[in-house]
């Protein structure tokens, strides 16, 4: 039973660690979307078909520790392009 556990867990930590690079691309190329320039981020996901909103749903919820490590270093990374108003 133990080695069990270790080997769902090298599992769970071999998905964590190959999806960061997958979910920095795509917050990379949300960020550079035409669509959302200018727009803020309710008015962007409002005017996204049903089918986009549902598979960027899914893209962030289901591997959402990698997405939230991946936004931090995608911010971290980009923190001097940001202006404030």
Do not use: C
Not at 49 to 57: G, N, T
């Amino acid at each position: 039973m133990n080695s069990e556990w270790w080997i769902v867990g090298s599992v769970l930590v071999a998905g964590f660690l190959f999806m960061i690079p997958v979910q920095y691309r795509y917050i990379a190329a949300l960020k550079k979307d035409r669509r959302r320039r200018g727009v803020d981020q309710e008015t962007y996901f409002n005017k996204m078909s049903f089918q986009e909103e549902e598979l960027h749903y899914n893209t962030q919820i289901m591997f959402l520790p990698s997405t939230m490590v991946a936004s931090w270093i995608y911010n971290w990374r980009h923190k001097g392009g940001k202006t404030t108003k």
